[in-house]
């Protein structure tokens, strides 16, 4: 009887957790149109090797990092699937701030292709805000 009730308080924690956690996301204001457009093209151009547009939608100091290390910037071409994806959702938006470096506004995608889960995860400097990509990490999980 009392595992039967530790699991279903467990069953209504775990509810309530990622019931605030819907709320505290949808607190975040969503990206600009502009932004999502960047965030896509810069996902495609890189996908799709196309070095010198995807440099264009980066700041300057992300675009000199790049530049001066273009192994990077071809590893991370280089695992991104090169079949279509099936859908792309956004999975989080947070806003972080650290006291060294200016703030920024943190979006993730998931792509879905028929054998990887891609993770995108981009930045800007605030919701709709430049649509320079500030910052930016991809994950590939799957075959």
């Known amino acids: 009887m009392q595992l039967k009730l530790w699991m279903g308080l467990s069953v209504l924690a775990l509810a309530g957790c990622d019931q605030l956690g819907q709320k505290a996301m949808d607190a975040i204001p969503n990206p600009s149109p502009q932004q999502e457009q960047v965030a896509q093209a810069a996902y495609d151009n890189l996908r799709d090797g196309e070095f010198e547009q995807f440099l264009n939608h980066l700041e300057p100091e992300l675009k ?3 530049q001066d290390n273009q192994k990077v910037m071809k590893r991370f071409a280089k695992v991104i699937p090169k079949d279509e994806y099936k859908s792309r959702t956004l999975m989080t938006k947070s806003i972080e701030t650290g006291s060294n470096q200016p703030g920024q506004y943190k ?3 998931e792509y879905a292709y028929p054998k ?3 993770q995108y995860d981009v930045s800007f400097d605030q919701p709709g805000g430049s649509s320079k990509i500030r910052n930016l990490n991809i994950q590939v999980f799957g075959e």
Do not use: P
């Open 107 to 109: 979006i993730s995608y």
């Open 116 to 118: 990887n889960l891609v």
């Open 64 to 66: 000199s990092h790049f």
